[in-house]
């Protein structure tokens, strides 16, 4: 498997001391084909590590799978020549497939977008299993303003390359129960959701995703199908995303930076 930085040749220009060469690190970005029942249902751009976590992960949000049984196996396969690691095949009982049927993807997923390719609007609103609403979780506001350094210590990748995207799942008391990291920050929630599935946690009630950057309709989206209440990023967030998580009763805060964030929906649990 490819490894999650990689190292480039470059030139450094520097208007005052010249050019010179000098390597840099890079986070590898490759794309995973995810095939159910040997069927192909999406690509998306990732970095490379935790694909198996990935892939549950994107099936959850897909409205694939929740429960432990609702997938039955995972395994990596060989495109038309050798495995080169980038294609994983996921055994899903009958009432997934009809399901992925519905929200068959046909173009690539791209890093920055993780909806993409939809066969119509209508699939995007996926209905969760999981009641977010009634989670009667509170967080103190001083925990939640010390997610995002919490979240950029665990930050390993970003740290060699900083091209990379971070999620975290948090505890109500600021413990850090799981960071994943990808180029792509849907690919990232996805990880910690996938991570939380692979270990038969789902729902996460009383949890907290805080994630590197802004929060997107997808992220909103990705938190209720896995039962998080309360969902914090650092930058800002969309209408869109504002909108569904009133909808969806999630507590959604933004521009989470040092001792100050922005409340927008569901303020109600913070303490």
Known sequence: MTKAVQRRRLTRVDIVEG??????????????????????????????????????????????????????????????????????DVAVPPAGAVVAAVRERHVYTSSSCGVCGLASIDAVATTSRFEVATDDVRVDIN??????????????????????HAAGLFAADGTALCVREDVGRHNAVDKVVGWAWRENRLPLPGTVLQVSGRASFELVQKAAMAGIPVLAAVSAP??????????????????????????????????
């Open 19 to 88: 050019s010179r060469p000098r390597h840099d690190s890079l986070a590898t970005e490759e794309p995973l084909e995810i095939r159910l029942g040997g069927k192909a249902f999406a690509v998306t751009m990732r970095t490379p590590g935790d694909d198996f976590d990935l892939v549950a992960g994107f099936c959850v949000s897909e409205g694939i799978a929740a429960g432990p049984d609702d997938l039955q196996a995972m395994r990596y396969c060989a495109g038309e020549q050798e495995n080169t690691y980038n294609i994983i």
């Open 143 to 164: 925990v939640l303003a010390a997610l995002p350094d919490g979240l950029r210590e665990q930050q390993r990748v970003f740290e060699s390359t900083g091209g990379v």
């Open 238 to 271: 969309s209408s869109l995303a504002v909108d569904l998580a009133e909808r969806s009763g999630i507590t959604l805060v933004g521009f989470s930076r040092g001792s100050s964030f922005n409340v927008y929906a569901h303020g109600e649990r913070l303490t």
